[in-house]
């Protein structure tokens, strides 16, 4: 997946890779560095990636660092999504769950036994 930002009307490309599934959300983080204090947060947006329409430069709202209320200012992002089309449609059919398997209580002979 390719990532092209422009700022002040500066092209900034950036290629993002190890994406596994096609169904996840792009997070971006903008911040202001300045040489002399540290980096101010501006905003940060987050984006599905099945939303994408490559090449298509979109605005996006800046929001706050929980993605619960906007700040100020918007950012245009023009971004290319390339993936394996038989890979996405797989995990659309068959989706990674999360394994959580929950133990249960081992009840013993002797218990059972003096409660009858």
Not at 37 to 50: H, Y
Not at 80 to 86: L, Q, W
């Amino acid at each position: 997946m390719s990532l092209t930002v422009l700022w002040s009307c500066f092209s900034h490309p950036l290629t993002v890779s190890n994406v596994k599934d096609i169904h996840s959300v792009l997070e971006v983080t903008v911040l202001d560095e300045d040489r002399d204090r540290s980096a101010d947060f501006l905003g940060k947006v987050a984006i599905p990636l099945l939303r994408i329409h490559n090449g298509e430069q979109k605005g996006y709202m800046l929001k706050n660092k929980q993605l619960t209320a906007p700040t100020k200012g918007v950012i245009y992002l023009e971004i290319d999504v390339i993936y394996n089309a038989v890979k996405a449609a797989l995990r659309t059919v068959v989706p990674a769950e999360q394994k959580y398997m929950e133990e249960e209580p081992k009840v013993s002979k002797q218990v059972c036994l003096c409660v009858f």
